[in-house]
């Protein structure tokens, strides 16, 4: 079984060394430090992109820098991406305003092959930002829960305020489509938190019960949290074949020609960046 298909720079690419100059249509607060833009490409047409693939933002004077797409495909008309303030270039866009346009390329990378995780019963596990590209497959599910199986959601912050997408949380933990759990690494002095409990997002995997034979994890966050989740996972049974990773590296140019995100003889804007883990769990600082 393999979930993700490598894909070469230019499949789906509407440009990949040209940037497209796109419309920010609408931008809201996220959090402090992160904001979501919703983005429209010239003339209606679509960006083309599969869950968990990247673009490159660029604005003229600022550079350009590699941005997770946060939305569906199933969402027509636009793409959406969530953006924390981290550098030059994401300062700069942050104070963009709606009618504003920046440059796009892509979409870049690997995706999560949702037709090979068809009747699959899914555990997305996201980490801080990582929610940001697993909201794209969690949308893609939310929109055709019917190609598959028991849909489950845990996500991990490190405080209340810091969690991403609130609203959507709020709509997940609702919805009858998925079973969801929520943890913060800590709460603040005279804060409160009623939607999940106080630890690493680690806590949340003991309790699940799974059909091991017809469940695949998939993990997106920051790399200290990959260790010790797929540890837990093992735990439960699951193999590395059905364990798929979403790896962060910096895709300075997002078509493998400039050599930052190289993990031995891979690439992560090529190879990358879902990869099955048994796939890179022997290389050296993949995980």
């Known amino acids: 079984m393999n979930v993700m298909t490598k894909t070469k720079a230019e499949e789906g690419a509407s440009h990949i060394y040209e940037p497209i100059p796109c419309e920010i249509v609408s931008k809201r607060d996220l959090t402090p430090l992160e904001k979501l833009f ?25 550079g350009e820098a590699p941005i997770s797409i946060s939305s569906s495909p199933t969402k027509r008309g636009y793409f959406e991406l969530g953006v924390r303030n981290a550098g030059t270039l994401t300062g700069e866009l942050h104070k963009l305003n709606v009618g504003d346009k920046i440059g796009i390329r892509g979409p870049f990378g690997t995706y999560f092959d949702v037709e090979k995780l068809a009747g699959k019963d899914l555990v997305l596990i ?25 849909l489950t959601i845990l996500y991990g912050a490190k405080t209340p305020e810091d969690r991403l997408y609130k609203e959507d949380l709020i709509e997940w933990n609702e919805s009858s489509v998925f079973a969801c759990s929520y943890a913060v690494d800590g709460v603040p002095a005279g804060g409160c938190f009623n939607e999940g409990q106080v630890g690493l997002i680690t806590v ?18 920051p790399p200290i949290m990959y260790r010790f989740v797929i540890a837990e996972l093992k735990k439960k049974g699951l193999a590395e074949d ?46």
């Open 38 to 62: 919703r983005i429209e490409m010239p003339d209606g047409r679509e960006l083309g992109q599969r869950p968990g693939q990247f673009v490159q933002v660029s604005i003229l004077g600022y």
């Open 126 to 150: 996201a980490g801080g930002c990582g929610l940001a590209p697993m909201r794209s497959l969690i949308q893609y599910c939310q929109d055709r829960p019917s190609e598959f199986g028991k």
């Open 204 to 221: 949340l995997i003991p309790p699940l019960e799974l059909d091991v034979k017809n469940t695949v994890a998939v993990i997106v966050g």
């Open 242 to 287: 059905q364990i798929v990773v979403s790896l962060e590296r910096y895709m300075k140019c997002g078509v493998g020609k400039c050599g930052h995100c190289a993990i031995e003889h891979l690439y992560c804007c090529l190879d990358g960046p879902v990869f099955w883990l048994n796939q890179v769990s022997s290389l050296k600082g993949a995980i």
